[in-house]
């Protein structure tokens, strides 16, 4: 017996703010980088290596919790997932020097390694192939909301209660949420847990059958020159503003909600018309292609936030580049359940997503490095801007026409 929507959509509903809360836990303490800076007495580079620690973890973490969510199946997989992340960012809350506060960002980065790979796995079990695209859309855009809550939240938490406050209160949230997940998921079997035989073939760490297909490398030479932009983002534009325009605090909250709301619209647009492409007629390879570079084509003006005075023109170029790299990823997560088997979906995303975040442990690493040798953020947005057109070259240089496999549907249907 397939889910009924109402079922279907409460699920779907808490994926959505499993990973608003993964997005917030994260960006606290971009957002309060000056506050926590002062207190602790951090340098840029120290940022950027704390910053490349959390991708650093992430990453590795990844090469595991695709095959950890394969095993256990989007049932178990999401609460276990939001209640260590969770953990993790409660332990930030005592953290005093620098090897404490490097320690609870590896334990964070690990761990919220598992959101990723659950989200996709579980919007691919519950929905048919034809509302995939607006399910990832969806999910990409209500993620958003994390990095637009933040900056208007967390600032005021921090000013009323301290620093440390807020990663108490985004901890508590999430073990909110696992009692909730299991509430809701009483009676239902998603069916998509790996079964004794397929445990057998396929229990592979090394991910050996998936590193030989040229998919695979496609989906992860895109996340490493996507991702990278989307990191340098969202760790360093509050310092961006900081720096180009004195903002902090509570001043930060209103252009960087501004700029994740891009982020939000992209997802959503990027959701909405693929599925209404897709039911035109529009084959795959032409659909996910025309929309990748339909973004990244939103991304070329980044250099041009550097240029002006006025900061509201800076926000309005990066809210543009951020729509332009979630509709990016929307495709690019829509192209993973188009042409990847369902027993395989968590372990191809997760490794994408270990190549994104190598990307992104690197862009961290080096904009600190670059910004403690004074050279500013030209040279970091000159990259940014081309980032996803190279991207998109790459997947195309691999996968000339992306096709389901055999002709096989993505993900089944999940049932209970």
Known sequence: MTLSPRRRWLLFTLVLT?????????????????IISADLDWSDNDYGTFAAAFQGAAAFAFLITGWIVDRLGAKWANPIGVAAWSLAALLHGWA?????FFLCRVALGATEAMGTPSGVKTIAAIFPAELRSTGFGLSNAVGSVGAI????IIPVV???????AAFILAAAVGFLWVLLWLLATRGIHFGDAAGRATAIEDDLPDYGPILRERRTWAIAGGKVLSDATWWLMLFWMPDFFYRQFGLSGTALGPPLAIAYSGAALGSLVAGILSSALMARGWPENRLRKTMMLGSALCVLPVPLALSGGDYWLSVGILTLALAGHQGFSTSLFGTIADIVPARKVGRVTSFGAFCGNLGGMTIAKVAGLVLAAGMGYAPLFAFAAVSYLLALGWIHLLIPRLERVDGEPAAAVARH
């Open 18 to 34: 499993a990973s608003i809360l993964n997005l917030v836990d994260r960006q606290i303490v971009a957002v309060l980088k000056p």
């Open 96 to 100: 005093q020097g620098f090897v404490q």
């Open 149 to 152: 809550v933040t900056p208007l």
């Open 158 to 164: 921090a000013s009323v209660w301290g620093w440390r």
